[in-house]
Structure formats: structure tokens, C-alpha cells
């Protein structure tokens, strides 16, 4: 059983905001970044955005920088990813990962998956 658990998927329109979240156990929270990567159909997995343990660190993709907001809530064990002006090509399913904190990758290695959440922007 995965140790991350999505929430907060769906349809949207172009331009449209989005809110995924990611809860875990208090030993990954503090041990590992979390952040989120992305599979559209027929291309890899990619890396969107991470944010270190500590929360002092963070990593975009160059595609998603100045849409996408990634944060922590210590109160909850969970990270948080703002997604806003959305693109058809955002469309994918996302992926909660957690793993050592990378500054080209995101994460690297990912050490814990989520079973992924689905995003749609469509109009």
C-alpha cells in the first residue's frame, strides 16, 4: 500500500485552476522531498515540481514555472500543488512521488509512488 495518497484531480478548462494534494505519514513528510510528476499518454514520465524536506527548496519544470505552486502544511502531512492557467497539454496523469531531493529532476531516486490522480483540461 502506498505510503502517498492523490486527491483533487478532474476536468477543467483551459486557463482553468487545479488544486493536487498529496498526504503522507509524518516519517516521509520530514524525511524526503515530495513532489509530483506526469505521464501524458504515448510520452515518459516527467518531472513537474518538488519541494524538500524542509520546505526551503523547490523545483519546476520549465513547462509549468509561473503557473504551478508547490507547498507544504506541516499541520497535515501534506503537500500541496497549485496548478493555474492550465494548457491542453497539461492533460496527464499526475503522480505523487517522494525521494531525495534533486535540483534538475525534482526527485531522484523515487524511492515511494502514488497510485496517480488524473488531470483533464479540455474544453
Known amino acids: 500500500q502506498s505510503q502517498l495518497v492523490e486527491s483533487g484531480g478532474g476536468l477543467v478548462q483551459p486557463g482553468g485552476s487545479l488544486r493536487l494534494s498529496c498526504a503522507t505519514s509524518r516519517a516521509v513528510f520530514d524525511s524526503y522531498a515530495i513532489g509530483w510528476f506526469r505521464q501524458a499518454p504515448g510520452k515518459e514520465r516527467e518531472g513537474v515540481s518538488s519541494?524538500?524536506?524542509?520546505?526551503?527548496?523547490?523545483y519546476y519544470a520549465d513547462s509549468v514555472k509561473g503557473r504551478f505552486t508547490i507547498s507544504k502544511d506541516k499541520s497535515k502531512n501534506t503537500v500541496h500543488l497549485q496548478m493555474t492557467s492550465l494548457r491542453p497539454e497539461d492533460t496527464a496523469i499526475y503522480y505523487c512521488?517522494?525521494?531525495?531531493?534533486?535540483?534538475?529532476?525534482?526527485?531522484?531516486?523515487?524511492?515511494?509512488w502514488g497510485q496517480g490522480t488524473q488531470v483533464t483540461v479540455s474544453s
Open positions: 512521488a517522494a525521494g531525495p531531493f534533486h535540483r534538475q529532476h525534482g526527485i531522484q531516486p523515487v524511492l515511494s
Open positions: 519541494i524538500s524536506h524542509g520546505g526551503g527548496v523547490t
